[in-house]
């Protein structure tokens, strides 16, 4: 096996975090590491599901999830966390948890329209219809990375294209460190 690291995916709803993840795992494999994927829905029904959607519970879902993925990295286990992960200081203190010189923000970056196009799980229409509030990138901030390690372009793309590229650009940590 190679270094582990942790792959901490971060955009819009309906971005294609998910999705990727799934491309980026065997393409993960076959360089060595043993990846997994923390899905933020996933997450939300069990490990977090005592938080809502403030900002304080936002903060406070993703400090866990880094927590999580710190112990996974100490097992030898790849985090792809797949969360929408709006707040920059919350992924800060992420990169913080889990360890710098192992953690990269990969800024998977979908339109707002385009997402609110795919909406693969209704929300957006839910949102329009005032049957949510607090959406993250409506009515919820939406902090986009200055400086993210990867910025993957979803439009015209397919997810195996956007995973190739996290390799390409960040597999066994060949991609020098901010």
Same mark, same amino acid.
């Given at each position: 096996m190679t270094q582990a690291f942790c792959y901490w995916f971060t955009g819009l709803s309906g971005a294609g975090k998910?999705?990727?993840a799934g491309e980026l795992v065997p393409l993960l494999r076959e360089r060595?590491?043993?990846?997994?994927i923390l899905d933020g829905d996933v997450l939300r029904q069990g490990?977090?599901?005592d938080l809502g959607f403030s900002e304080a519970d936002r903060t406070e879902n993703q400090r866990r999830v880094?927590?999580?993925a710190a112990?996974?990295?100490?097992?030898?286990v790849s985090p792809i966390v797949a969360f929408i992960s709006p707040l920059?200081? @919350?992924?800060?203190?992420a990169?913080?948890?889990?360890? +710098?010189?192992?953690?990269?923000?990969?800024? =998977?970056?979908?339109? !707002?329209?385009?997402?609110?196009?795919r909406d693969p799980k209704g929300l957006y229409k839910k949102v329009r219809a005032g049957l949510i509030s607090e959406f993250t990138g409506i009515s919820s901030p939406f902090e986009a990375p200055e400086r @993210?390690?990867?910025?993957?372009?979803?439009?015209?793309? +397919?997810?195996?294209?956007?995973?190739?590229? =996290?390799?390409?650009? !960040?597999?066994?940590?060949?991609?020098?460190?901010n």
């Open positions: 998910s999705t990727i060595g590491e043993n990846p997994f490990l977090c599901r880094a927590e999580v112990i996974l990295l100490q097992a030898g920059a200081n @919350a992924r800060e203190e990169r913080r948890i889990v360890g +710098t010189e192992r953690f990269f923000e990969i800024y =998977i970056n979908t339109p !707002l329209d385009v997402a609110e196009a @993210a390690d990867c910025v993957v372009p979803t439009v015209d793309r +397919t997810p195996y294209e956007c995973a190739r590229q =996290i390799v390409d650009e !960040l597999g066994g940590g060949k991609k020098e460190r």
